[in-house]
């Protein structure tokens, strides 16, 4: 019988200090995930990386009606309506009012002639000619004029990026880069949907 009450007082001891490692193994990952969460607050990818003007970009507070397009701010939000035709807007506005002509080689040559000569022309009508053809309608502000809004604009190496406003709710603004060429403004980036 004493061996029994033995045996029964050690398994409880056993049992409560199973109990004890358990709960301080639980309270040792509260710790640590309240000390990583804790760590991470406030923080935000990047921010610290930024410079000039973008840093200033970041710092601001937005509002919901700012947030015109899906994918980004629209701080220009500006119509272009007959900008000067050797301007990097006017040849924007010349590949939209190119884009909305009947389907001819004229046309098409026309079109090429937006971009570097050393751009492929058959890469130019396969991968650009038929798509913007097709989507036009959903940068221009009318149908049958070139005239277009831009939402944002960003500098790189080979020129300014322009970010157009898209009709089509569901798609962030395309860039299209315009940079000097020999001097003269040509398409040096397009994304045509």
């Known amino acids: 019988m004493n061996y029994y009450k033995h045996y029964r007082q050690s398994m409880a001891s056993m049992a409560h200090r199973a109990g004890i490692e358990v709960m301080a193994l639980r309270a040792v990952v509260l710790v640590a ?15 610290n990386q930024s410079v000039g003007e973008a840093k200033q970009q970041a710092d601001r ?3 919901g009606n700012e947030l015109k ?6 701080d220009i939000n500006r119509r ?7 301007s990097a807007e006017g040849v924007i506005w010349r590949l939209y009012q190119v884009a909305q002509k009947p389907d001819t080689e004229e046309s098409f040559k026309e079109f090429a002639a937006l971009f570097p000569a050393t751009k492929n022309v058959r890469e130019i009508k396969e991968n650009y000619w038929g ?7 959903k940068f221009v502000a009318e149908a049958g004029k070139p005239d277009y809004t831009i939402c944002r604009t960003a500098y790189r190496d080979d020129g300014k990026m322009y970010y157009i406003i898209t009709k089509d709710p569901r798609q962030s603004p395309p860039p299209i880069t315009v940079g000097l060429v020999d001097g003269v403004n040509k398409i040096v980036f397009l994304t045509p949907f």
């Open 61 to 63: 507070t937005v509002s």
């Open 131 to 137: 798509r913007m053809r097709s989507n036009v309608h």
């Open 69 to 74: 397009q899906k994918g980004g701010l629209c």
């Open 33 to 47: 995930a309240c000390l990583l969460l804790a760590c991470n607050q406030g923080t935000t990818i990047g921010s």
């Open 80 to 86: 272009v309506t007959n900008p000067d035709p050797t």
